[in-house]
């Protein structure tokens, strides 16, 4: 089997990466991306490298209080148990200050393909001043002002640019995930003498965010104080980020020679958000990483009925030919791994033979982590008539989010009321670890984001690599990978009745939580109770229909064939 490379070095640029759980590095779903990203070029064994910042004191360790108050301590991580130095420097003007970047070095080594480095710039030298030496410390720079995360993104782009070519890599793409490098774009521009078709030529733009106003931008006036004033004039940005800011997406859609969106429904959306690039917004589906987000159990299974799964996992549509027996006995196995894990880490008691939900996202308001109790009542009506659930939750607020940290205490609140009638857990401090197993431990994964805020999601894929079915609302991924009744289940109608129906938040949450219920009570729980057979044929579904295609390889593979071939 061939694959396409490409003539030059690709050049990923990820504001966070999710590289080993023990490298602090990420803040969620879009550095686990990252991760899997290299990861698949590493596989497939394309000249690429990786480029992000150092990101030492991580987004920093969560830990819940008794009554679910969110407290984020600082969490930094040992780089060099990690990471290599490098024997490198570049500099940068920022504001008036001579700013100078190092660098350190992570290897991504993939068993079948080749390696794949990291590059992560580091601020933190004794020739810089105080706050530029931050700039490189904690994903996001929580709590810093937009001047202070402004200059953050300068470093990513301009400073990653100027660190890959002391290094010597022979760039031909420029790949930017997601707006924050677009900074990258003023650096190319200056060395092709403003050549805006000649930078295109070596641009790319993956776009995440399905909300307008979730998309970063700042005043020009910024810009224009931070800005090396040798490197391009106001005059030449605001050609490429028009409307009196400097918005980092549009900055990225004007001068990239392919756009796509993270799915294809992502792909509508972001077509009306910016309908003068429509035409050129394409769609790569996002994939996860299958031999890193299989557990042991299954990967055994799966070593038995399908050779080289790991390279090739397409071969996963062969689970469909897995008899009943090891498939539950791996997957029970799993469960028995989550218990174990659950009980350790808090203390609470999970029951082997009850169905188990299990929900992990980042806790912002869209995702709606509280949406299974919006009606307390009826949730309680469907488990005396339909059988027991319990349930376990995991992931952070961000810091600084009062909203967020409202969320996980709405569950603790959830907990503290059903304790008697149902088991809810809260697990601490989400990171690659606790999401392996939980994804392929739990019985079903629950995700009922508000549509059309979920640009694609990747745990429900990484949920069905272990024939774990997903019960969501239909956006993101789930547009393309849902299979009423065959690889998970629906929740609410789809994305184009509630934009027909003009419904308001609380109308499309009352919606949805209804048809949970409904759909718990008439299918999910009847299924897994009392229809053994079916439910062992749904696991095996969403390994074959859905492991077989959210993956990294095809996503890579697309990448290859559509964005760095185009």
Request: charged share 25%; with cysteine; proline share 4%.
């Amino acid at each position: 089997m061939t694959t396409l490379q490409p003539d030059g070095t690709i050049a990923y640029f990820s504001m966070e990466y999710g590289l080993e759980n023990g490298m602090n590095t990420y803040n969620g779903g879009l550095g686990i991306l990252a991760g899997d990203v290299v990861r698949g070029f590493a596989d497939l064994d394309v000249d690429a490298v990786g480029l992000t910042l150092l990101n030492d004191r991580g987004l920093g360790h969560q830990y819940i209080d008794e009554y679910g108050t969110q407290h984020i301590e600082p969490a930094p991580w040992p780089v060099e148990e990690f990471c290599e130095p490098l024997d490198a420097t570049v500099e940068m003007t920022i504001g008036d200050e001579t700013v100078t970047i190092g660098a350190w070095r992570y290897d991504v080594v993939s068993e079948h393909g080749g390696t794949v480095p990291v590059i992560m710039l580091d601020t933190d030298r004794e020739e810089n001043p105080h706050w530029i030496r931050e700039l490189t410390h904690r994903v996001y720079a929580p709590g810093k002002d937009d001047r202070f995360k402004l200059a953050v993104y300068l470093v990513l782009g301009i400073g990653g640019v100027r660190m890959l070519d002391e290094l010597g890599y022979d760039v031909s793409t420029y790949h930017m995930n997601e707006g924050h490098a677009s900074f990258l774009t003023l650096e190319l521009l200056a060395r092709n003498d403003l050549d805006a078709d000649a930078v295109r030529e070596q641009c790319v733009f993956t776009t995440h965010t399905p909300v307008a106003a979730a998309h970063d931008e700042y005043p020009i006036e910024m810009l224009d104080e931070l800005l090396d004033d040798d490197l391009i004039s106001m005059y030449t940005v605001r050609q490429y980020s028009p409307r009196g800011k400097i918005h980092t997406t549009r900055l990225a859609l004007n001068l990239s020679r392919y756009v796509n969106g993270v799915a294809k429904r992502h792909q509508e959306v972001s077509r009306e958000m910016f309908p003068e690039h429509a035409e050129n917004i394409d769609a790569i589906t996002n994939g996860a990483h299958v031999p890193t987000w299989v557990g042991d159990e299954m990967a055994e299974v799966f070593d038995e009925h399908m050779r080289n799964w790991r390279r090739f996992p397409t071969k996963l549509q062969h689970a469909t030919l897995i008899d009943d027996q090891p498939l539950w006995e791996a997957h029970q196995a799993q469960k028995r791994d989550l218990i174990d894990y659950v009980e350790d880490r808090q203390g609470v008691e999970l029951d082997e033979d009850v169905l188990t939900l299990g929900f992990a996202r980042r806790a912002v308001p869209y995702k709606r982590a509280p949406l299974l109790f919006e009606d307390v009542d009826r949730l309680r009506e469907v488990i005396a008539r339909s059988g027991d659930v319990q349930i376990v939750y995991a992931g952070k607020a961000f810091p600084g989010d009062p909203r967020g940290r409202e969320i996980i205490e709405q569950i603790y609140a959830y907990a503290d009321e059903l304790e008697d009638e149902i088991t809810i857990t809260y697990l601490e401090n989400y990171d690659m670890e606790m999401g392996l197993t939980l994804t392929s431990g739990v019985d079903v994964w629950l995700n009922n984001p508000r549509r059309p805020r979920e640009a694609s999601g990747t745990s429900g894929m990484k949920a069905a690599f272990n024939g774990v079915p997903q019960f969501s609302t239909i956006d993101g991924w789930w547009v393309e990978g849902h299979i009423e009744g065959e690889t998970g289940w629906s929740i609410g109608p789809e994305p184009h009745s509630l934009r027909e129906e003009r419904m308001t938040d609380a109308k499309e949450t009352l919606v949805d939580s209804t048809a949970l219920y409904d759909k718990l009570e008439n299918d999910v729980l009847p299924t897994y109770y009392d229809d053994r057979e079916k439910w062992i044929d749904i696991m095996r579904n969403a390994i074959a229909f859905n492991g077989s295609r959210y993956h990294a390889r095809r996503m890579m593979e697309e990448y290859l064939a559509d964005a760095y071939d185009a």
